[in-house]
């Protein structure tokens, strides 16, 4: 039995204990950051300082604003050190509720992401920053207060549609209520979690929700696992994630584990092994855990053989999802909880999963079913005291202690809850028939052609019924006639006063949700209520989505769209802004697009055609983008010692014999070592020669140049790739094309960066080479050089400098151009030169285009 703890500040200690252990990986641009568990502490402890200098005091509020975070945890810890009670916001939360919540709580200062700080009007420090603001402050052992279990650690505000933000109240004993009897649990298996240290978790829950805050601050620190924030909701980027990562755990909401399970599928279809599969899944029913997993290992490969278990909360997991993932041998635990229960009430055990069952209530509280109403009531230390209102908390009354969650249920004789919907949701029908809408979601969710959907009350003389709304596989060419067929095969699953008579097809891509991936139902009631009332369609949602995410990703206001409205000419989307539709796109939908495919959208109705086909598994269409190869073998041992051993031999000879350059400002490096970018004119196939002969010789042989990602391909597929040679090579110059790619990518680690599309899996290559140590090399023009003056700046390199967050190093290679018209292969020592320039760094919030121009003017002037 683990000790009874008075507050939380002993996961503080235990931090600074697990010292050099990873804590947290996140990504930031095309970076990806490690933060140890002795940082967090250590960053804890100055945050409290710097508080105490601000005269923020025990008590004072916090609010706290951003993306998840190695920073965001320390500032959660350092707020808990002094005493300063935190107010999580979510992410997606407006300007205009945040600002009332801070108002509300009277907070005496912000901590956000860089692109909310103009958002907030009090005082404001920034997340990103964090490290560097605080580097004055001691990191030694810090003297907190003494806290009890009463004393209240933060106010969640869950809700932003009301005139009057509601926040409930959590304490120390809250969250102690439901940490002790999990750490207690965790200690029976942790002599066996040596075997598989340390556990990785990959998380895609929002810190700012309880439950996100359990597994990504409070539970993993009693295993010393590591914990993944992942930023994407692409199923395929989240699977790559897992697997890079080695991560034994996904936790996440369950419309990702059904998005992961269409991808899957779809993948199968594309193979042409679908119905392979599904006879195999068939048969599996029944079959022992160990002989599934042999069954189905390919897909366990796909995920990485680490990989073993799926955590899912903050909605109820449809059967369907739930039965596939355990069919497939990975366990799937659901847990169930609300905010004022300080996240949870009930979880399955991993290893006695309890199926379509949202677990067996926690130790230390009590639960009960209302015999009458169906309710659960909860009762116990981990329900919060009160609501934060107006200026105060507000204890609101109780029945003898019980909680009412609001949420039907039932309890088998094991004592395993099934969760049955929400209690204000129930329709009452004009027969007084009570209908629960997750009964009737649960038999549509059943049917091939619906992704989704949402049942909610349609008024009708003073009772309802129901009407669902459906979104249907993108596959479905006939949308009306597969929703009515959707219907009929519910309908027969359902007693006959559950009969669905009323329904209609989502007109957008996706249903608006909450942070946690929630439908909006409020949104979509509304919607329903317009349609039949007014007997015509509301605007369709998915010109609302993009015209969302342009005005958030160009934060400007596009006005009214149409499907003519151009997206060059009208919207002025530059390739860059592109990219980041594309990605804000893929998160929205949860679905991977072809890049080649937006960059040749030139009307939004173009793009709206695109997204209708994104999820069609009948017609992947072409991916150009998984044409090009990202070589990390390159960056791996052996190369990182053959290819020092090469150049020193070979081409650094080489260069000294053709054309001993003259290099000029090589001072402006002195002490530097890299990584950084460079950026240099591009005159002929050889530059990359003399910048690494120019540079210090700790930088030379740790470089990763980006090279034209058309003629990488050509080459790998044994053509020159030289720009108008249409010739049919013969077998033995294919040979030689191959050998010089592999020899080109072997001994100087280049990578593709394509001219036309695709270039943002090359920029995340980057980030990843640079995780690796590596300095990247760009030749922002483009194109080599027509006449021997330096072209335009792509605004792609500003995007790089922001992103990779590294300092830029311009150069320029003179005399070059000159030799290569005259034919020349040996000039005299000096004639060419290779000038550097000083090291320069951009803020964040720099525009591409601003450093793209910026750079430009400063190699001109080299």
């Known amino acids: 039995m683990a000790a009874m703890h008075d507050n939380l500040l002993y996961i503080i200690d235990r931090f600074a204990r697990l010292g050099n252990e990873t804590a947290y990986v996140f990504r930031r641009g095309y970076r990806r950051l490690h933060w140890s568990y002795g940082e967090v502490a250590a960053t804890a402890r100055r945050f409290a300082r710097e508080l105490e200098q601000r005269s923020v005091m025990r008590g004072d509020r916090v609010l706290l604003w951003g993306d998840n975070s190695a920073e965001w945890v320390a500032v959660f810890f350092g707020c808990m050190l002094l ?79 009301t005139a009057e933000p509601k926040g409930v109240v959590l304490s120390h004993g809250n969250v102690l209520a439901n940490l002790e009897p999990i750490e207690n649990e965790i200690a029976k298996y942790r002599k066996y979690e040596r075997f598989v240290h340390p556990l990785r978790f990959v998380n895609l829950l929002p810190l700012s929700h309880v439950f996100g805050q359990f597994l990504g601050l409070f539970i993993p620190q009693a295993l010393g696992a590591t914990v993944i924030f992942h930023d994407s909701l692409n199923p395929a980027e989240v699977i790559r994630t897992i697997r890079e990562e080695r991560a034994s755990v996904l936790i996440t909401v369950p419309r990702l584990l059904d998005s992961l399970r269409q991808k899957i599928e779809r993948d199968l279809e594309e193979r042409g092994e679908l119905q392979t599969f599904r006879q195999r899944f068939e048969n599996s029913d029944g079959k022992h855990f160990l002989r599934r997993w042999w069954m189905f290992r390919r897909v366990h490969s796909e995920f990485g053989w680490k990989f073993w278990a799926f955590i899912s909360g903050g909605a109820a997991l449809d059967e369907r999802t739930e039965q596939f993932w355990s069919r497939l041998a990975f366990a799937v635990v659901q847990g169930y909880g609300l905010t004022e229960t300080t996240s949870l009430i009930s979880v399955n055990h991993p290893f006695k999963v309890g199926k379509r069952s949202i677990g067996k209530v926690l130790p230390g509280r009590e639960m009960k079913v209302d015999p009458q109403t169906g309710e659960i009531l909860v009762r116990g230390s981990n329900v919060a005291s009160g609501y934060w209102v107006g200026k105060g908390v507000v204890h609101e009354g109780e029945d003898d202690g019980w909680f009412r969650t609001g949420d039907l249920g039932e309890v088998d004789p094991e004592g395993n809850l099934y969760f049955k919907g929400r209690k204000k949701n129930v ?112 605007p369709t949602t998915s010109s609302g989505t993009v015209a969302e995410l342009i005005e958030r990703i160009t934060r400007r206001k596009v006005g009214e769209l149409t499907p003519e409205t151009n997206l060059e000419s009208d919207l002025n989307l530059s390739s860059i802004d592109r990219v980041e539709l594309m990605s804000a796109l893929e998160d929205r939908l949860q679905t991977d697009l072809d890049e080649t495919r937006v960059s040749q959208a030139t009307t939004l109705g173009d793009l709206e055609r695109m997204l209708g086909k994104a999820k069609s598994a009948q017609s992947p269409g072409p991916r150009l983008a998984s044409s090009f190869r990202y070589p990390s073998w390159a960056q791996r041992w052996p190369q990182t010692w053959i290819r020092p051993a090469v150049y020193y031999a070979l081409t650094w000879p080489a260069t ?57 391909i050509a080459m790998r597929n044994g053509r020159s790739g030289i720009t108008g040679d249409r010739a049919q090579p013969n077998f033995f110059l294919r040979a030689v094309y191959k050998l010089a790619y592999a020899l080109t990518v072997a001994l ?38 027509e006449n021997g003056e330096l072209q335009p700046f792509q605004t792609g390199v500003g995007l790089l400098a922001t992103k990779l967050n590294l300092p830029v190093i311009p150069m320029r290679i003179d005399g070059l151009w000159q030799a290569a018209q005259e034919g020349k292969h040996f000039v005299r020592p000096g004639t060419i030169t290779v000038r550097i320039g000083k090291p320069v760094r951009y803020a964040p919030n720099t525009a591409p285009e601003t450093i793209a121009r910026n750079l430009e003017r400063r190699v001109r002037e080299l």
């Open 427 to 538: 329709i009452v029908t004009r027969e007084g028939m009570n209908i629960h809408p997750a009964d009737l979601e649960s038999a549509l969710r059943r049917q091939p052609a619906v992704r989704d959907c949402v049942v909610v009350a349609l008024p009708l003389d003073g009772n309802a019924e129901p009407c669902a709304v459906l979104l249907l596989a993108q596959s479905e060419s006939a949308p009306e006639q597969a929703a009515a067929e959707a219907i009929r095969g519910a309908n027969r699953q359902l007693a006959d006063h559950q009969q669905i008579r009323r329904w209609l097809v989502w007109p957008g891509q996706d249903f608006p949700r909450t942070s946690t991936q929630k439908p909006k139902s409020a949104v979509i009631a509304d919607y329903v209520l317009h349609h039949f009332a007014e007997g015509e369609q509301a």
């Open 748 to 785: 100087f680690n280049v990578f593709p960066l394509p001219q036309r599309s695709g270039f943002r899996e090359s920029f995340e290559f980057a980030g990843e080479a640079v995780d690796r140590g590596y300095s990247i090399v760009v030749f922002p023009e483009g194109r080599r050089t």
């Open 83 to 161: 005493g300063a009670v935190v107010v999580p916001m979510d992410k997606v939360a407006t300007a205009e509720f945040a600002n009332r919540v801070a108002r509300q709580v009277e907070a005496k200062l912000s901590v956000c992401s860089r692109d909310l700080a103009k958002a907030t009007s009090a005082p404001t420090i920034i997340l990103e920053e964090l490290s560097e603001s605080l580097r004055s402050h001691n990191a030694g052992r810090y003297d907190s207060p003494t806290l009890g279990r009463d004393d209240t650690l933060e106010i969640v505000f869950t809700s932003g549609t």
């Open 656 to 712: 000294l014999l053709m054309a001993k350059p003259r290099v000029v400002g090589r001072e402006n490096l002195r002490g530097f070592d890299g990584p950084a970018l460079i950026v240099s004119n591009h005159v002929t196939y050889v530059d990359i020669g003399f910048v690494m002969a120019a540079l210090p010789r700790t930088m030379r042989t740790g470089l990763a140049p980006a090279m034209q990602g058309e003629r990488l």
